[in-house]
C-alpha cells in the first residue's frame, strides 16, 4: 500500500549562516553547520517529549553518541548531534541529493509491500508479543523457524548472499499480516530506509508525492 511520508531534507551551512541553519531546523529540516567539528540541528519537539521520529532517526543514521537538547540561545529548542568525520562524507552526500528539492521538507510516495529493501541482511529481534502475534495469527509454525544469538530470538536470514529474511519471497513479506514489530516500526522515509532502497536497487529511487 503507498503512503506518503514527510521527509527531512539535509542542508548545510557555514557557522556565519547560524540564523538560517535555525530557521531550517525549526520548519523540519536537517541543519548541518559546518565548523572545525561538525554539527547536525533538528527540531526538539515539545519539552519533555520524545524527539520527533525522523530527527531521532537521522540521529541514529550518523551512528554518534554525542548528542543533546539545546536549551539556551538562538537554537534554542533544537538538538545539536556531532557529525564525526567518519560520516562527514555520507552527510556529504544526503546533502548534494537533497539540493534537487525545494524547502526544509519534502513528500515521498514509498511502498513498503512492494520494495522489501529493508528487508534484506537486516537482523530482525522478536520480542514476546511478535511470539503471541504469531501464534494468536494461527501462525504457530513461525515459532519453529526463528534462531536465538545471545539469548536473543531473530528472524534468521537466509543462507545465500543477498542475505534477505527468510519470510521475504520476491521482495514481498510472506508473514505481512503477523510481521514482528521492529519490522511495523520501521519508518519509511529515513536515511536507513533510502540506504536500504539504494544498496538494493543501486541507485536513490526517490519518487516525488
Ligand atoms: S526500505 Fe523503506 S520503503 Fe522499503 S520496505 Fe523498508 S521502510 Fe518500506
Ligand atoms: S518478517 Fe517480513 S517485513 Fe519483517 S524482515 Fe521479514 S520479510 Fe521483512
Same mark, same amino acid.
Given at each position: ?11 548545510? *551551512? +557555514?557557522?556565519?549562516?547560524?540564523r538560517?541553519?535555525? &530557521?531550517?531546523a ?14 547536525? #540541528?533538528? =527540531?526538539? $519537539?515539545?519539552?519533555g517529549e ?9 540521529? &541514529? ?22 557529525? /564525526?568525520?567518519?560520516?562527514?562524507? &555520507?552527510?556529504?552526500e ?6 534537487? *528539492?525545494? $524547502? ?5 510516495? @514509498?511502498?513498503?509491500? /512492494? ?5 534484506? =541482511?537486516?537482523?530482525?529481534? @522478536? ?26 530470538? #531473530? !528472524?534468521?536470514?537466509?543462507? +545465500? ?6 519470510? !521475504? ?15 511495523? =516500526? *520501521?519508518?519509511?522515509? /529515513?536515511?536507513?530506509? @533510502? ?9 536513490? =529511487? #526517490?519518487?516525488?508525492?
Amino acid at each position: 500500500m503507498k503512503e506518503t511520508v514527510v521527509r527531512p531534507l539535509w542542508r548545510s *551551512f +557555514e557557522p556565519s549562516q547560524l540564523r538560517a541553519a535555525v &530557521r531550517h531546523a525549526k520548519a523540519g529540516g536537517i541543519s548541518v553547520v559546518k565548523e572545525r567539528q561538525w554539527q547536525m #540541528l533538528g =527540531d526538539a $519537539g515539545p519539552p519533555g517529549e520524545p524527539l520527533p521520529l525522523m530527527v531521532d532517526w537521522a540521529i &541514529r543514521a550518523i551512528e554518534t553518541a554525542r548528542w543533546a537538547e539545546i536549551t539556551d540561545g538562538v537554537a534554542k529548542g533544537l538538538v545539536q548531534a556531532a557529525v /564525526t568525520r567518519d560520516w562527514r562524507e &555520507r552527510v556529504t552526500e544526503w546533502i548534494a541529493r537533497d539540493a534537487a *528539492f525545494e $524547502g526544509p521538507t519534502a513528500p515521498f510516495v @514509498l511502498d513498503c509491500e /512492494t520494495c522489501g529493501a529493508c528487508c534484506v =541482511d537486516n537482523a530482525v529481534v @522478536l520480542d514476546a508479543e511478535d511470539l503471541k502475534r504469531f501464534r494468536d495469527g494461527g501462525r504457530a509454525d513461525l515459532l519453529k523457524r526463528t534462531s536465538r544469538k545471545n539469548g536473543v530470538r #531473530l !528472524l534468521p536470514l537466509a543462507r +545465500e548472499k543477498p542475505r534477505p529474511c527468510i519470510h !521475504l519471497k520476491e521482495l514481498r513479506c510472506s508473514i505481512y499480516p503477523v510481521r514482528p514489530n521492529m519490522c511495523r =516500526d *520501521f519508518p519509511a522515509g /529515513t536515511e536507513q530506509c @533510502l540506504t536500504s532502497r539504494e544498496d538494493l536497487y543501486g541507485h536513490h =529511487d #526517490l519518487p516525488k508525492a
